[in-house]
């Protein structure tokens, strides 16, 4: 079996369920436009495959004999080695399983061994981890240019073990240079860090090619939402670092009162690894590499494009922007429609039109705040809308988009809505919003095989 694609792909990979009908409160289905991928997304097909594949030889691994475990072994540690590969790690660097970003990112606060400076547009990801030990946040300044100059600044004022910062902005999908804060933070004798849940999964990552010592992802946003994720980096930090996690296969040796801890990544992992997670997200690695090196970017971008033209046709609606001159950008745009608050646009996008997007301040609250300071959120409540694009989006989604917050902004929604438990909700809610059974929650359904 060849699992490794090593030419650029020809074709886009499709995700499972593309093409999945939707009812609407209106009547009738629609096939639902997911434009919320940058929170997460389905599996790829081949990733799917994959897993059911992989399900029925999963076996416990590392410490059974059995061929199985076996199998289930050599499958992790090449599910380690593929991931490592999709990054560009180098001979020095050593790939820890996580669970997604959040937990590699907690992982590295851990081992770092001094301060850390991070920007204020992050994501809480990559904010809140490093408030346990000394830390600084540098508000992005009006230009990616002055940022720069900024976070130079501050890292020559005062030694900097860590600057972190995330490889693209899950509110603008804006990118700042990574080569450029690589060369300025070495300078200064620090590391860099990059959260690249936004970032992995339209551009590649390398750290060999950009110098980045740390690197964060998420496998469902990759593609494979099956509940692993990775910290790719420097070992040196790692092999020194405090068991992120205590427990069997973390060590080489205990008794009663001490023991003698692994190296890493094993340090880090204790417990029964997610196999079928790590196995699902070297699988989207593999899937992903020829992607990004081919048809991919382009693609997004032609719909981002599309976004942003039929964005601007709508009158009331304000795209999001951090930096004026940021020349990248991924495949996410956040918006603001006047007049109208950002969860009762998604609950109408939803419920009339079978559309799929987030609502809210998406967990980069003081990167919310500051925009809606500069007048960018909508009516003053810091919240906004954002469609995001990736593998699976179409042209149709997005013109879908463009078109039912024309019919907003012109005619207005034809159902009534109300705040219902904090969230805008159709009143009354026709759809059968348990389509496989298992009781909504609250009520007596049957689903979980207890009885009625
Ligand atoms: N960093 C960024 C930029 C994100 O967009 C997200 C999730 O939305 C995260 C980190 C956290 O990812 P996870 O929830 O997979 O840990």
């Given at each position: 079996m060849t699992l490794t694609l090593d030419r650029p792909a020809t074709t886009l990979p499709r995700p499972v369920g593309a093409g999945t009908q939707v009812p609407l409160v209106t009547g009738g289905r629609a096939e639902y436009a997911n434009l919320d991928l940058a929170a997460s997304a389905p599996a790829l097909e081949p990733v799917a495959a994959h897993v059911a594949d992989v399900l029925p030889l999963l076996s416990s691994v590392h410490?059974?004999?059995?061929y199985l475990s076996q199998v289930s072994t050599a499958l992790l540690e090449r599910a380690r080695e593929c991931v490592g590969e999709f990054v560009g790690a180098r001979e020095h660097d050593v790939v820890v399983f996580t669970r997604n970003t959040t937990d590699a990112l907690n992982l590295l606060a851990t081992a770092v061994p001094g301060p850390v400076l991070c920007l204020d547009v992050e994501h809480h990801a990559n904010l809140l981890p490093w408030r346990a030990g000394t830390h600084r946040t540098v508000p992005a300044a009006a230009t990616v240019a002055q940022t720069l100059a900024d976070l130079d600044t501050a890292l020559r004022a005062t030694p900097t073990a860590l600057l972190t910062v995330t490889g693209a902005s899950n509110v603008t999908g804006e990118v700042l240079p990574l080569d450029r804060i690589v060369a300025i933070a070495h300078a200064a004798g620090a590391r860099v860090a990059v959260d690249a849940a936004q970032l992995a999964p339209h551009r590649r990552v390398d750290l060999a090619a950009t110098g980045v010592d740390y690197v964060a992802l998420s496998g469902h946003k990759l593609?494979?939402?099956?509940g692993a994720g990775a910290l790719i980096g420097r070992r040196d930090w790692l092999d020194a670092a405090a068991p992120y996690l205590a427990g069997g296969?973390?060590?080489?040796r205990v008794d009663l009162d001490d023991a003698t801890w692994a190296p890493a990544p094993h340090r880090h992992e204790?417990?029964?690894?997610n196999v079928l997670g790590i196995a699902a997200l070297a699988q989207a690695c593999r899937t992903l590499t020829p992607v990004l090196d081919g048809p991919g970017p382009a693609h997004e971008q032609e719909l981002l494009d599309r976004l942003a033209a039929g964005l601007a046709t709508v009158p009331g609606v304000t795209p999001l922007q951090?930096?004026?001159?940021?020349t990248e950008r991924v495949a996410v745009q956040s918006f603001t429609v006047a007049g109208h608050s950002a969860g009762y646009v998604a609950a109408y996008l939803s419920a009339e039109h079978g559309i799929g997007v987030r609502d809210g301040r998406f967990c980069a609250h003081p990167l919310l705040d500051r925009l809606c300071r500069d007048g960018q959120g909508a009516d003053g409540d810091g919240t906004a809308i954002r469609a995001s694009i990736g593998l699976g989006t179409t042209a149709e989604h997005v013109d879908r988009l463009v078109g039912a917050l024309r019919g907003l902004v012109t005619r207005g929604a034809r159902w009534t809505y109300a705040p219902v438990g904090g969230r805008w909700t159709p009143t009354p809610d026709p759809r059968d919003l348990d389509p496989l059974g298992?009781?909504?929650?609250?009520?007596?359904?049957t689903g979980c095989g207890n009885p009625a």
């Amino acid at each position: 079996m060849t699992l490794t694609l090593d030419r650029p792909a020809t074709t886009l990979p499709r995700p499972v369920g593309a093409g999945t009908q939707v009812p609407l409160v209106t009547g009738g289905r629609a096939e639902y436009a997911n434009l919320d991928l940058a929170a997460s997304a389905p599996a790829l097909e081949p990733v799917a495959a994959h897993v059911a594949d992989v399900l029925p030889l999963l076996s416990s691994v590392h410490r059974g004999a059995g061929y199985l475990s076996q199998v289930s072994t050599a499958l992790l540690e090449r599910a380690r080695e593929c991931v490592g590969e999709f990054v560009g790690a180098r001979e020095h660097d050593v790939v820890v399983f996580t669970r997604n970003t959040t937990d590699a990112l907690n992982l590295l606060a851990t081992a770092v061994p001094g301060p850390v400076l991070c920007l204020d547009v992050e994501h809480h990801a990559n904010l809140l981890p490093w408030r346990a030990g000394t830390h600084r946040t540098v508000p992005a300044a009006a230009t990616v240019a002055q940022t720069l100059a900024d976070l130079d600044t501050a890292l020559r004022a005062t030694p900097t073990a860590l600057l972190t910062v995330t490889g693209a902005s899950n509110v603008t999908g804006e990118v700042l240079p990574l080569d450029r804060i690589v060369a300025i933070a070495h300078a200064a004798g620090a590391r860099v860090a990059v959260d690249a849940a936004q970032l992995a999964p339209h551009r590649r990552v390398d750290l060999a090619a950009t110098g980045v010592d740390y690197v964060a992802l998420s496998g469902h946003k990759l593609y494979a939402p099956y509940g692993a994720g990775a910290l790719i980096g420097r070992r040196d930090w790692l092999d020194a670092a405090a068991p992120y996690l205590a427990g069997g296969g973390a060590v080489t040796r205990v008794d009663l009162d001490d023991a003698t801890w692994a190296p890493a990544p094993h340090r880090h992992e204790a417990g029964t690894p997610n196999v079928l997670g790590i196995a699902a997200l070297a699988q989207a690695c593999r899937t992903l590499t020829p992607v990004l090196d081919g048809p991919g970017p382009a693609h997004e971008q032609e719909l981002l494009d599309r976004l942003a033209a039929g964005l601007a046709t709508v009158p009331g609606v304000t795209p999001l922007q951090i930096w004026p001159d940021s020349t990248e950008r991924v495949a996410v745009q956040s918006f603001t429609v006047a007049g109208h608050s950002a969860g009762y646009v998604a609950a109408y996008l939803s419920a009339e039109h079978g559309i799929g997007v987030r609502d809210g301040r998406f967990c980069a609250h003081p990167l919310l705040d500051r925009l809606c300071r500069d007048g960018q959120g909508a009516d003053g409540d810091g919240t906004a809308i954002r469609a995001s694009i990736g593998l699976g989006t179409t042209a149709e989604h997005v013109d879908r988009l463009v078109g039912a917050l024309r019919g907003l902004v012109t005619r207005g929604a034809r159902w009534t809505y109300a705040p219902v438990g904090g969230r805008w909700t159709p009143t009354p809610d026709p759809r059968d919003l348990d389509p496989l059974g298992v009781g909504l929650p609250g009520t007596t359904g049957t689903g979980c095989g207890n009885p009625a």
